[in-house]
């Protein structure tokens, strides 16, 4: 499996170059998941999983799991950005997606098919790991006011323990989000390659256009 880059500044950090992606997506079909923090991206994500048997990878979770890992290179890094509010190196998160994609496909006998979520979150990781891992289908896009995304945070930050779930925390993340996010989001747009679901609704409601969509988009549902 591949190692994460070596220690080094961060401006300096580098993946390696690579010609072609590591994945073809005649054979891999990797589905982005965009949506300010509340906008309910997890709910969606775990009923994707069971109904389309998608591997569920979380950018933050895959990242918070590394800040903790005895020995981890960039812990403490990654503990002071998320803590910011702001956005990890990108090869750092890249090359930990790609380390998850490696490992259910040769440990965990995966069918291909990944849900990333919460990522990409800077043109630069969308280009690095279409450019390096594989191209996407498209991007699922859970579109949700500020307002309503904040009351769930906020409501789920007194059982979650996340030190993000705070409202200062919460206001940093949206102007990042809006700042650094949203372009991505025009940018796929404009390929065509965004489905964008109104996420104000019920999770029950707003799984049942997820479900129309993503058979607009060939996916079946394996249940």
Do not use: W
Request: glycine share 8%; proline share 7%; with cysteine.
């Amino acid at each position: 499996m591949p190692a994460l880059p070596p220690p080094a500044d961060k401006a300096q950090l580098s993946a390696p170059e690579k010609s072609t992606p590591t994945f073809s997506p005649d054979e891999i079909s990797v589905v982005f998941v965009l949506g300010g923090p509340g906008a309910g991206k997890g709910t969606q994500c775990d009923r994707l999983v069971r109904d389309y048997g998608f591997t569920h990878l979380s950018a933050g979770d895959l990242l918070r799991q590394e800040q903790d890992r005895e020995g981890s290179q960039f812990g403490s890094l990654i503990k002071d950005v998320i803590k910011e509010g702001k956005i990890v190196p990108m090869e750092i998160t890249v090359q930990l997606l790609e380390n998850a994609m490696n490992d259910d496909l040769t440990n965990k006998h995966g069918n291909g098919r990944f849900l990333i979520d919460g990522f990409p979150r800077k043109m630069d990781q969308a280009l690095k790991f279409e450019e390096s891992v594989c191209p996407s289908k498209f991007t699922l896009f859970f579109d949700c006011p500020e307002d309503v995304m904040q009351e769930r945070l906020l409501n789920r930050g007194k059982t979650s323990g996340r030190a993000d779930d705070n409202a200062e925390s919460i206001k940093k993340r949206f102007k990042t989000f809006v700042e650094t996010s949203m372009p991505v989001v025009e940018y796929f747009e404009k390929e065509g390659k965004v489905v964008r679901i109104p996420a104000t609704k019920a999770p029950d409601e707003v799984y049942a256009e997820v479900k129309e969509k993503m058979g607009d988009r060939g996916f079946e549902m394996e249940k």
